[in-house]
């Protein structure tokens, strides 16, 4: 392939098969987003040859005025204003001049507003003294932005200066009596005094930054604990603070500085979070100069409330899928048998409760299998790994929280409490440190009665192993790719994603956060987000198309499953994930899967990526259909219409497995979520409740006797339900 006028060749070619000039354009937008021309397998085009190649076109000069308020030309100079090593500053100002907004928009979104030193930070501010008044008001709020968040990093810099001699496991051990401290004194003002709301996930997000940051320059030799430098480590840093005497000393000062340093990054990240990632990427607001600092201006109250509705869908379908998780005990008859002791039947049901819970939406939604494969090849049961870690979540409830929160109240100081919480456990031969640790040899052994079935009545070693393996964070694997890689290219889990840390033969975990993490997140996100180039995710995938299908043949759809339209000289549809057909109607589905957002930067990039992609094979997909309908006698049998049946109505659905920007139309097409689908083909939405508002004496289930059909399920029916989200009109 030519690559040397690779857009031009697309532009002219599109013209003349009759698009118009902003189709041409938006079809050629689109290819530069999708990094085409990507080249030959021996002469690959680099991303900085492409840059070139695109703003560089002839066809800037043919474009119409309304291309350029599109937001995908917004998204094209976003990426203009990622990079730094093209530059074609006189275009860029033909393109402000048309729509300054397009160029305003770009620089939020490049996040320039964390990025002082960025070319493309100079040549905006080049581009503000040429376009007097039109770009003043942007580039003071990016000098606040710089300001506030240099002294930010500054002042964290600091405190990390002083704590350049910490090991790893010294700064887990401190961070754990951190947590302690602050995150646990539920009904203290002890924990009022961090600088965030949700002070537990802004902790844990800051927890795993210092972690990052502490093994950007660790020595490896640190990272392959051994048993002697595991005792000598603890011995140091962490019994004087449990069992004080006039022998040890307390490093106190130390802990006051780990807890500085915390307090510093949970500021530093509530910056990003709620006032630079806000300004970048949330469109629902918009910053605004009065009187010498920014302040915030609803500008979209629409989409404001869209989103904030969309948080409680999750809310709600976290009560759905527990509901069926109940229901699930109840058909495998164990609802009525003990499980475990007497005094942990209650926990264990519950967690039992909320393995039934995951396990059948991971397979559901997301396609997952009975066993998949751990980072270390290990094949694992799904169910296990799941029960395994809601299991330690109880256990951590009731042997390390609840204990600590009673010693609490009672000796109204947290360092006498988790003294007691540790003495009390090693009464029992039990650590109840907190920070606890085992040999994973030990571990295995420990957690082997989890595994207990029909085929392994005593249990199986190699899947107990396999449950590690699965929640394992590798610290030193972790320490390898920051020091060889730019940092901001490793892909760093969440603490929660990967619960169990290993160092050298050792494994830690963290009381104070499996206690109370969202296990459904962290298995979805471990999958999903973190192992998202697993070997299983493409059969996944696979697997969520198909059992939608089976979802829809429930109700009598004829559904064709992965059709590939015939190509033509102009035009390749691609293949179709589902096509659905009931009475008249044809349902053309594009699925889209990822993994749970909580931010509106993630969110952004959904849009700009994943959705903008469905949106563009959407639509041909739609016009594939409705043509072959027309001209393929054969098509049409294989839906089940003959030739007396006049026309189907054919409607493309985006389906998503997330909820972002869910019921927005993209290209006149509905984005709507999978669990909704999945929902109203049940016919089962009376199991949607908030387990956040749960009171002992609610009823967890609505009426079974309401249905979304009243008159009866049709695809007419049907496409009302969905289109008019009655899947949400719940009463809870």
């Known amino acids: 392939m030519d690559n040397h006028n690779y857009y ?22 689109n290819a530069y987003l999708d990094n085409k021309p990507s080249g030959t397998k021996n002469n690959k085009v680099s991303p900085n040859e492409r840059h070139q190649l695109f703003w560089y076109s002839d066809f800037w000069q043919e474009i119409v005025l309304e291309t350029f308020d599109t937001e995908l030309l917004s998204f094209a100079l976003t990426r203009y204003f990622s990079q730094e090593d093209v530059s074609n500053f006189p275009l860029l100002q033909s393109i402000a001049s048309k729509s300054p907004l397009s160029v305003k928009n770009a620089a939020r979104y490049s996040q320039l507003a964390i990025k002082p030193n960025a070319n493309k930070w ?22 606040l932005m710089h300001k506030e968040h240099k002294r930010l990093l500054i002042d964290l810099e600091q405190t990390q200066n002083e704590l350049t001699s910490l090991t790893p496991l010294s700064c887990l051990i401190y961070i754990s009596l951190f947590a302690f401290e602050y995150l646990l004194e539920t009904n203290s003002a002890k924990s009022d005094e961090l600088p965030v709301n949700n002070n537990m996930e802004e902790a844990w997000s800051a927890f795993k930054n210092i972690l990052a940051w502490k093994l950007e320059s660790s020595d490896f030799k640190e990272l392959d604990l051994t048993e002697n430098a595991l005792l000598a480590t603890v011995k140091e840093h962490l019994i004087p603070f449990l069992f004080p005497s006039a022998e040890e000393v307390v490093h106190t000062h130390t802990y006051q500085k780990v807890s500085e340093l915390i307090i510093k990054q949970i500021s530093l990240n509530s910056f990003i979070s709620q006032s630079a990632d806000a300004f970048c990427f949330d469109d629902t607001i918009a910053f605004k100069i009065e009187q010498g600092i920014a302040v915030i201006k609803d500008v979209d109250v629409a989409a404001k409330l869209a989103w904030q509705q969309n948080g409680n869908k999750l809310k709600l379908l976290h009560g759905y899928w527990f509901n069926r998780g109940v229901n699930k005990l109840i058909v495998s008859g164990m609802a009525e048998q003990p499980i475990g002791s007497k005094d ?29 494969t751990a980072d270390s090849g290990l094949r694992v049961s799904l169910y296990e790994s799941l029960l395994s870690l809601n299991l330690v979540s109880a256990f951590f409830n009731k042997d390390f929280i609840a204990p600590y929160q009673q010693y609490l109240l009672e000796e109204k100081n947290w360092l006498s409490s988790i003294s007691r919480l540790a003495f009390e456990g090693m009464k029992q031969g039990e650590n109840r440190f907190p920070i606890t640790w085992s040999s994973k040899k ?8 989890w595994t207990v079935n029909k085929s392994f009545p005593n249990g199986n070693q190699k899947a107990a192993e396999a449950i590690i393996d699965f929640w394992t964070y590798d610290i030193k694997a972790t320490a390898k790719k920051l020091q060889s890689e730019k940092s901001q290219q490793v892909l760093i889990p969440e ?19 499996v206690a109370f993490q969202n296990n459904t997140t962290a298995a979805l996100n471990n999958l999903r987000r973190i192992g998202a180039g697993r070997s299983d995710a493409r059969n996944e995938t696979a697997a969520i198309e198909l059992r939608l299908a089976e979802c829809f043949k429930t109700r009598n759809f004829t559904v064709l499953l992965n059709h590939n339209p015939p190509k033509t000289p102009e035009y390749n549809p691609g293949e179709i994930d589902l096509i659905c057909a009931l009475e008249g109607y044809v349902l053309v589905l594009e699925v889209k899967s990822t993994f ?11 849009k700009s990526r994943t959705l903008r992609k469905a949106d563009q094979q959407i639509s041909g997909k739609v016009n594939a259909v409705k043509q072959a309908l027309l001209t393929d006698e054969n098509f049409k049998s294989s839906l089940g219409f003959d030739n007396t049946d006049i026309n189907p109505s054919v409607t493309g659905w985006i389906v998503d497995s997330s909820l972002e920007y869910d019921h927005e139309y993209f290209s006149g097409f509905l ?12 016919d089962d939405n009376h199991l949607l409740f908030e387990i956040e508002k749960f009171s002992e004496n609610q009823i967890l289930q609505g009426d079974d006797n309401f249905t979304l059909y009243p008159t009866g399920f049709t695809a007419k029916n049907f496409l009302r339900v969905i289109e008019e989200q009655q899947v949400w009109q719940v009463d809870k």
């Open 596 to 606: 749970l957002r909580s931010t509106k930067k993630d969110a952004w990039f959904h």
């Open 671 to 682: 984005k709507v979520s999978l669990e909704e689908i999945i929902i109203a083909l049940r």
């Open 8 to 29: 031009d060749k697309s532009f002219k070619n599109h013209l003349a098969s009759d698009k118009s000039e902003t189709e041409s354009a938006l079809i050629v937008i």
């Open 442 to 449: 030990d571990k295995i052994t420990r957690i082997k009665a």
């Open 122 to 143: 100079q040549e905006l501010q080049q581009l503000a003294e040429t376009s007097p008044n039109e770009f003043d008001e942007l580039i003071a709020i990016i000098k």
């Open 495 to 513: 603490l929660y994603e990967r619960p169990i840390f290993s160092l050298g033969k050792h494994i830690f975990q963290f009381p104070w956060m």
């Open 344 to 372: 942990n039947h209650e926990a264990n049901q519950l967690a039992l409760i909320k393995t039934y819970s995951t396990q059948l939406r991971l397979m559901e939604v997301y396609g997952l299998n009975e066993y998949l």
